[in-house]
């Protein structure tokens, strides 16, 4: 994955789906750069590097879509 801006949610290189587990919902910063992942968006696309790492995330199962490797 290539994650270019290191997690500072401006480049959307991280773009992933998560197809299980509790991750909440999206803020609006991360909605905004939702829109230009190059990928296609679907109802489960997150951006990796907003999502917080917890015991939550236990059983968290994450799709990489083809353009981010
Ligand atoms: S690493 Fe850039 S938005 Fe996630």
């Known amino acids: ?3 270019q801006c ?3 949610c401006s480049c959307a ?7 299980a587990g509790d991750v909440g919902e999206p803020a609006e ?7 230009l992942v190059a990928a ?6 997150r951006l990796s590097c907003q ?13 990489i879509p083809e353009t981010q490797y």
Not at 51 to 63: N, S, T
């Open 29 to 35: 910063d991360e909605l905004d750069m939702l829109e």
């Open 1 to 3: 994955m290539v994650a």
């Open 51 to 63: 999502l917080r790492v917890g015991p939550e995330l236990d059983g968290l199962v994450v799709r």
């Open 6 to 8: 290191g997690g500072e």
């Open 13 to 19: 290189t991280c773009h992933v789906y998560v197809e």
């Open 40 to 45: 296609e968006r679907r109802p489960q696309s």
